[in-house]
């Protein structure tokens, strides 16, 4: 054997260990600009969230002001800014999520009909840049409350910063379910207003149906049920469900119906894992699927 092939058979591993990490290099360039570009386009997004998310700050602030008795507690106080926050995380992940994926085929951008980037490296510079975006309005959010709180309070309970982190990763499930359905819908206005009716009232109604029928399973399954925790992370209850006959003694024979208050803090960080992974990889399917068929 020459020496010629001898070498080439030497270095056969090392060049193509070479090209594998020029691969992944050109793999995470373009995820990079693709988070730049699509940062860019909804630097707007990002503004016009932050003011609404103020917007809902002052109104908390004036109906406190407007109390006989203020909460005593700092941390009742931040709790009374958190009320609607589930219905503000849901318009945030709607409004961040709704066309990332249907906008190349409703408005027929380049990335369809020129597409210079492998869709899933796509995808994920676009969810990067929009996730990165919602968890600055939703921080932002906190952070008003928080100096608030210490105009008031002159301290800051620790458990707020727990609570952002835990509405982060709840965060980041809504905003894959939102993913998912823009991948199945064909428009961003029908796949925005189906995200909301699934969030506010679908899944509502599936654990609604589930106490009725004496169920004792934690819903896990139920994507709203995670979100329970951010504020539930305050004065988290030793038994996280509560069994009762709201008919009295005297009510609909001995039935008894198991209402969950939130899960646990495992529960929580496993469950949004595996169905984050789920609806992201389904949601990769359909778009690589519908790019394949345009």
Do not use: C
Not at 83 to 109: H, N
Not at 281 to 287: E, K, M, N, T
């Amino acid at each position: 054997m020459s020496d010629s092939v001898l070498e080439e058979q030497r270095f056969a591993p090392l060049q193509e260990e070479l090209r594998m990490d020029l691969g992944k290099g050109r793999a995470l360039r373009q995820i990079k600009k693709t988070v730049i570009f699509d940062g860019r386009r909804n630097f707007k997004k990002l503004i016009a969230m932050i003011l609404i998310n103020t917007l809902f700050v002052i109104l908390f602030l004036i109906i406190n002001v407007l109390r006989d008795q203020p909460p005593e507690e700092a941390t009742d106080y931040v709790i009374s800014y958190l009320q609607f926050f589930s219905f503000l995380m849901l318009i945030t992940a709607i409004y961040f999520g709704g066309s990332i994926i249907v906008e190349d085929f409703e408005k027929q951008t380049g990335n369809l009909l020129f597409p210079k980037i492998e869709r899933g490296r796509l995808l994920i510079g676009r969810y990067v840049a929009r996730f990165t975006f919602a968890s600055i309005s939703l921080t932002v959010y906190y952070a008003e409350v928080a100096l608030l709180t210490y105009i008031n309070y002159e301290t800051v309970p620790v458990v707020m910063w727990e609570s952002l982190g835990w509405a982060i990763l709840y965060l980041h499930l809504v905003l894959s379910f939102v993913t998912l359905m823009s991948g199945l819908l064909n428009r961003i206005a029908t796949a925005q207003v189906a995200s909301l009716l699934f969030l506010l009232m679908v899944f509502n109604i599936i654990i609604q149906i589930l106490m009725f029928t004496e169920s004792t399973i934690e819903p896990l399954f139920i994507l709203t049920y995670y979100g329970n925790i951010i504020t539930a992370w305050f004065n988290m209850p030793a038994t996280r469900y509560e069994d009762r006959n709201p008919f009295g003694p005297m009510g609909l024979l001995d039935r008894t119906f198991r209402s969950w208050a939130t899960p646990s803090a495992e529960g929580m960080i496993i469950g949004v894992i595996i169905y984050s992974t789920i609806l992201l990889v389904g949601a990769f399917l359909i778009y690589r699927r519908k790019q394949a068929k345009s």
